[in-house]
């Protein structure tokens, strides 16, 4: 069975720094991307970013260009999403998603995680 679990999420200042981690397992295929959402109440989700495993090729929402870096580590199965110069528009839940057989960007998913909270204060 599938399963993500995110985790780094926290409160931190405008202009500071995460780094969310998306531990995946269960996993029986090769071909997928894996990537980030995130979520406000009453608001439309929205995906931040995105990794094939195909080429390792990466995906960035634009507001978050030259701020968050995707990566992922094989050997821990493992992807990670630093985030640095936070903004408090970035504050939302992010949630680690799977795609299999996609392409970056991500519309639609297989599987995601429960998210973990991420709250930029000013």
């Known amino acids: 069975e599938v399963q993500l679990v995110e985790s780094g999420g926290g409160l931190v200042q405008a202009g500071g720094s995460l780094r969310l981690s998306c531990a995946a397992s269960?996993?029986?295929?090769?071909?997928?991307?894996i990537g980030w959402f995130r979520q406000v109440p009453g608001k439309e989700r929205e995906g931040v970013s995105c990794?094939?495993?195909?080429?390792?090729?990466?995906y960035y929402k634009d507001s978050v260009k030259g701020r968050f870096t995707a990566s992922s580590d094989n050997a821990k199965n493992t992807v990670y999403l630093q985030m640095n110069s936070l903004k408090p528009e970035d504050t939302a839940l992010y949630y680690c998603?799977?795609?299999?057989?996609?392409?970056?960007?991500?519309?639609?998913?297989?599987?995601w995680g429960q998210g973990t909270q991420v709250t930029v204060s000013s």
């Open positions: 990794i094939s495993s195909s080429d390792g090729s990466t």
């Open positions: 998603v799977v795609d299999v057989y996609g392409s970056c960007p991500i519309y639609e998913y297989d599987y």
């Open positions: 269960g996993f029986t295929f090769d071909d997928y991307v």
